[in-house]
Every structure is written in structure tokens, then in C-alpha cells.
């Protein structure tokens, strides 16, 4: 484990709370095998378990879920004896089962979740950790009480460059951080959630009740299930589907628990296909000043309407310089000059003139070229991940660590609750035309 990273799961108030639980695990052996579950074998479950089984150790026991053609995928791909139910009780009941991963729409997270830590089970619950602000307490409180570990999925956390963004900015190499951008533009039917609606989903191949669940009782229709984001009543729309991943960079990079005040607006302008949620969200966020760092403002935009292809990045804009994110790709470090180095415009004036701010400037600053042009950034720096990382296979990697050590996850309930908050809150902002306060610390809206 990085130092950076030791810092943080140091300092991190939820860590205290999970490092007292762990103490209370038998930590399984470094030959043991870890027997995982998924919950949802969907797109991300399958991607999710893809990579779980990579990590040495660790193998598929089971799967459920409320499709019928979900749990013949997973025989498909892990051989005809997994264990496979359509109610997920089952799985929390087999004693053989040391961890599940919960990757079912988000309106199960929540309950999901805890119910697997009551049943003794180490979780890892994909982002959001939960559909409503309100639930988030619950998880906490759960992870809290049975000492189980918990990591959520927003994998972001755990990669390397993210990593060396924080460490960037910790060593004050682009100075005070007063702004960030965020952004994730797309625009394509996948990319806008338009996934395929299989033919063969009917009353027998589906368990509509429990896919329902708490969410308010309809008749069968297979567009809510199979293209769940849509809808308010199991999704979380692009705040909380998509700028909690953006969340949990800008934390983890900041060192940061989180905005104050949350400021959101949006609309529905290109996806028109019965969906109740935005494919357009901006939101403005303030966050306050702590130990870590300076008060600073963050710009968010989610657009599903943007023309131009896929992109995701961030910039963390400090009063010494500047650092570029691109998801999945380059960390850009541009510094500006320094103040002792300001440079001249000498070649605005007459030949002579020219020649005499030159020839005093090189009097004033020696060092200095005469040509030295003070509005451009003095140098950049540039970290690119090596071919092959996944911060996927890092993030189940911390997981499976801590199920081993019961030392703490990157990702805990309350990091997750912390970067899920301002996501889930910019919709309340966006439906209520309101200013949302929210308390960082204490994880409750203010009003
Ligand atoms: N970390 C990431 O980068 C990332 C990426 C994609 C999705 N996700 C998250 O993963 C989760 C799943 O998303 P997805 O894209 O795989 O959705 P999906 O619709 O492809 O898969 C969900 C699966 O859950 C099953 N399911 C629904 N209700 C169930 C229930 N009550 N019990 C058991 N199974 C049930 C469905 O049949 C389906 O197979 C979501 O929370 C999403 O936000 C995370």
C-alpha cells in the first residue's frame, strides 16, 4: 500500500470505526479461498465477478438473481455447479458464502447491503451505495454494529491516478485549490442507457415482484427492469448514477468529506424515450474549508445530448497551476511562472524601447532569458497509466486484502454515503429548484 494511501485510510474518521471491527474477525489465511456470490449477474455484476475471479484466491460459489437468463449466464460462463436462486436470501443463508457482490438496480443497495452484513457476509455494493440520502445512515450503522467489511464499487478510489493527483496537490504543486471542473459527456443510445431488452423476458422468466421490491407496485413491463437507470422509482438518474463516480475522485483527490451546499439544475432534451430523469445536469457545489484544504467551488456537467463522443475528466485548478484529469487516461501537470519570474512585453514598443526593457529585465533577473514571456505556463508534467492497469482489479484486490487482514477497505459505508450524498442531494436540487445544505461531517441535510 502506497504511503499516500496509508495517509488517507489513516486519517479517514469511518476507518477508526472499521479498524475497531476488524479486530473482531478471524482474518481468513493467505492460502484460504474466498467464496464469493453475486447479487445481479448483469452487466456490471458479470464485469464485477470477471475481475473478482482474477484476484488469487477467489472463486464463484453462487449466483442470484431474478431473471432466468441471468442465472443460465452464469452457468454459461462458471460451469453448471454454481449455485443459482432467484431470491438472493438463499445465498445469505449457505454458510459457505464468506462475500457477496450486491450489482442490482439501486433501489436494492440499501437493503442488500445490510441484510448480507447481518448474515455474516463481507459486501461489496456497487455505487451509489444507496438510492436515497436517507438510507445511508442504516449502512453506516450496519457496518458499525457486525464488524463486516464493506467496500463500494466506485473503483475510482483505488487508481493509481488518482493517487498521484492527490499526491500532487498534497505537496502544493499547483497551491491552493479554489476550483474544480468535473465532467462526463455522451452521447450514444448505450451510452444513454437504451440497454437491450431481452425477447425471451416474460411473467415465468422474470421475478417481477422481487425486482419491484419496495419501489411502488406495476404491472409487468420489461423496459422498467432491463433499462432500470430510467426510472426515478429504482434508479438514480446521471447525479447519482454517474456523478458519483466524479464524486468519489474529487474526494478521494481532495482529501475532501464533501460539499456544503448543493446547487442543481438539468432537463430532458435528447433521450425522449418515457424516461422521468434528466439526460442534462450541471450542478454548482461549495465546499468548506478544512484541514486538509482551502475552501473551494466545484463546477459539475453530466451530458447525454453532447455530440461528441465519450469523455470524462477533471481539473483542479489551483493558484500556482493547474491539473488535468482525463478518466482512464493522462494526469497533466501545468505550473505558472513564478512571480519572481515575470516576464516583459518588450516587443510592443519601438526597437529601442524593446532593447531597454530588455536590457533591464536581464539587469533585474539575471537568471532569466531575454525572452522570457510571462503569460505561459513554465512547465507541464504528464503521468500516463501503464497499458494493462485496471483500477477495476485494484479496487476488488482492496476488497479481497481486507477480507483477509480485516484492515480497512478505501471505499467504506461512510466514504460511500459521503460521495453518494451530493450526488443523490443535486437531484433533490434539480426536482425542488432549491439550494440543498448538507453537513459533511455529520452526513445530514440541513435544510
Ligand atoms: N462501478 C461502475 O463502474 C459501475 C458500472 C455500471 C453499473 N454499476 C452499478 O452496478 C449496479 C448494476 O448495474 P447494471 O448495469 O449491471 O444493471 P443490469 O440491469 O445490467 O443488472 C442488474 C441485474 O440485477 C438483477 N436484479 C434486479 N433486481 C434483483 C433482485 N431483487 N434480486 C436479484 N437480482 C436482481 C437484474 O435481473 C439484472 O440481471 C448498479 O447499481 C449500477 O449503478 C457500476
Given amino acids: 500500500m502506497s504511503s499516500?494511501?496509508?495517509?488517507?485510510?489513516?486519517?479517514?474518521?469511518?476507518?477508526?470505526?472499521?479498524?475497531?471491527?476488524?479486530?473482531?474477525?478471524?482474518?481468513?489465511?493467505?492460502?484460504?479461498?474466498?467464496?464469493?456470490?453475486?447479487?445481479?449477474?448483469?452487466?456490471?455484476?458479470q464485469g464485477d465477478v470477471a475481475t473478482a475471479v482474477t484476484v488469487p484466491g477467489v472463486r464463484l460459489a453462487a449466483v442470484a438473481d431474478v431473471y432466468e437468463g441471468r442465472l443460465t449466464k452464469a452457468k454459461e460462463m462458471y460451469g453448471k455447479d454454481i449455485f443459482t436462486t432467484r431470491d438472493y436470501r438463499e445465498i445469505l443463508a449457505r454458510p459457505d458464502i464468506d462475500a457477496v457482490i450486491v450489482a442490482v438496480p439501486d433501489h436494492w443497495h440499501q437493503i442488500m447491503a445490510c441484510d448480507a452484513m447481518k448474515a455474516g457476509k463481507d459486501v461489496y455494493c456497487q455505487k451509489p451505495m444507496v438510492q436515497k440520502v436517507e438510507e445511508g445512515a442504516a449502512v453506516i450503522q450496519t457496518q458499525n454494529e457486525t464488524k463486516r467489511i464493506l467496500q463500494v464499487g466506485s473503483q475510482r478510489a483505488s487508481s493509481i491516478l488518482y493517487a498521484k493527483a492527490r499526491e500532487v496537490i498534497k505537496q502544493g504543486m499547483i497551491g491552493d485549490v479554489r476550483m474544480v471542473e468535473a465532467y462526463w459527456d455522451r452521447n450514444s443510445a448505450l451510452g444513454a442507457w437504451q440497454y437491450s431488452i431481452p425477447p425471451d423476458a416474460t411473467p415465468q422468466t422474470v421475478d417481477w415482484d422481487r425486482f419491484i421490491g419496495h419501489a411502488p407496485k406495476r404491472p409487468f413491463e420489461p423496459i422498467r427492469m432491463f433499462r432500470w437507470r430510467n426510472y426515478q422509482d429504482y434508479g438514480t438518474g446521471v447525479a447519482g448514477d454517474l456523478y458519483v463516480h466524479l464524486f468519489t475522485g474529487i474526494h478521494y483527490v481532495m482529501d475532501s468529506n464533501g460539499p456544503n451546499r448543493i446547487m442543481s439544475t438539468g432537463g430532458l432534451y435528447y433521450w425522449n424515450d418515457g424516461r422521468d430523469v434528466p439526460d442534462l445536469m450541471m450542478g454548482m457545489y461549495d465546499y468548506p474549508e478544512t484541514k486538509a484544504h482551502k475552501a473551494f467551488h466545484l463546477g459539475i456537467r453530466l451530458n447525454f445530448a453532447a455530440g461528441g463522443g465519450d469523455s470524462s475528466g477533471f481539473r483542479f485548478i489551483g493558484t500556482d497551476g493547474v491539473l488535468d484529469l482525463a478518466v482512464g487516461g493522462a494526469l497533466v501537470l501545468k505550473r505558472k511562472p513564478k512571480d519572481s519570474e515575470p516576464g516583459h512585453t518588450a516587443s510592443n514598443f519601438s526597437k529601442a524601447t524593446a532593447a531597454e526593457i530588455v536590457k533591464q529585465y536581464q539587469t533585474k533577473y539575471p537568471a532569466q532569458k531575454a525572452s522570457a514571456d510571462g503569460m505561459r505556463a513554465n512547465s507541464e508534467q504528464r503521468w500516463v497509466l501503464p497499458p494493462g492497469y485496471t483500477e477495476q482489479y485494484a479496487h476488488h484486490e482492496n476488497f479481497f486484502n481486507a477480507i483477509r487482514s480485516r484492515k480497512p477497505v478505501i471505499e467504506d459505508a461512510v466514504f460511500g454515503l459521503r460521495a453518494a450524498g451530493p450526488a443523490l442531494l443535486s437531484n433533490v436540487s434539480h426536482f425542488t429548484r432549491k439550494t440543498v445544505n448538507w453537513d459533511p461531517e455529520t452526513m445530514v441535510v440541513k435544510g
Fill in 4 to 45: 499516500t494511501r496509508r495517509s488517507f485510510l489513516q486519517t479517514s474518521g469511518a476507518t477508526t470505526m472499521l479498524a475497531a471491527a476488524a479486530q473482531a474477525q478471524t482474518p481468513k489465511g493467505a492460502n484460504d479461498k474466498i467464496n464469493v456470490a453475486c447479487i445481479g449477474l448483469g452487466i456490471m455484476g
